[in-house]
T-cell receptor, first 113, second 110 residues
Framework: NAGVTQTPKFRVLKTGQSMTLLCAQD?????MYWYRQDPGMGLRLIHY???????AKGEVPDGYNVSRLKKQNFLLGLESAAPSQTSVYFC????????????FGQGTRLTVV | GQNIDQPTEMTATEGAIVQINCTYQ??????LFWYQQHAGEAPTFLSY????GLEEKGRFSSFLSRSKGYSYLLLKELQMKDSASYLC???????????FGGGTRLMVKP
């Protein structure tokens, strides 16, 4: 059982380049989330989805877009990368909202130069 | 919005007990989570409290007081492997947004 898998694990981008981070879960979870983690700031929610075909903004959505075309996949896109987007990105999923446990992927370390 | 505060760092001795506090001010509340995160790894679930009181799970316990906007994570019989960051997080009323505090980095010394 793979759980939550993120691709890629590491990436270096030049300012202005675009890329897509892929998150896949095999637990049939309804909810999926994208977070970024920066030193001293904890995890901050970028976007989330409560089901296939739905997305919503989190705390820090600017500069990112997401899609949930299939229930098991949640994609995070950066259209024009900026150095401020250098961070570790975590995807998570949960069976439903509320008090259900969220399972996290191993993270993607992104550096924008 | 949500405002969640926890100490940045703590140090404790192997075999001892440590309490990590978390205070929150939120516009909506539907429960509080604690997660553990080892350096370079993903966060993993430790506990969930939605009602006031203490929840015990082995060496770890979590307490919640909703009226005070306060929670703590208690770690007993500390082991070196408990050196990690401990993240406090609050879920909103709608149950769709989990907001994290900055995390507390715990260092366990021999």
């Amino acid at each position: 059982n793979a759980g939550v898998t993120q691709t890629p694990k590491f990436r270096v981008l030049k300012t202005g380049q675009s890329m897509t981070l892929l998150c896949a879960q095999d637990m049939n979870h309804e909810y999926m989330y994208w977070y970024r983690q920066d030193p001293g700031m904890g995890l901050r929610l970028i976007h989330y989805s409560v089901g296939e075909g739905t997305t919503a903004k989190g705390e820090v959505p600017d500069g990112y877009n997401v899609s949930r075309l299939k229930k098991q996949n949640f994609l995070l896109g950066l259209e024009s990368a900026a150095p401020s987007q250098t961070s570790v990105y975590f995807c998570a999923s949960s069976r439903q909202g509320g008090g259900t446990e969220a399972f996290f992927g191993q993270g993607t370390r992104l550096t924008v130069v | 919005g949500q405002n969640i505060d926890q100490p940045t760092e703590m140090t404790a001795t192997e075999g001892a007990i440590v309490q990590i506090n978390c205070t929150y001010q939120t516009s909506g509340f539907n429960g509080l989570f604690w997660y553990q995160q080892h350096a370079g790894e993903a966060p993993t679930f430790l506990s969930y409290n939605v009602l006031d009181g203490l929840e015990e799970k082995g060496r770890f316990s979590s307490f919640l007081s909703r009226s005070k906007g306060y929670s703590y994570l208690l770690l007993k019989e500390l082991q070196m492997k408990d050196s990690a960051s401990y993240l406090c997080a609050v879920i909103n009323n709608a149950g769709n947004m989990l907001t994290f505090g900055g995390g507390t980095r715990l260092m366990v010394k021999p």
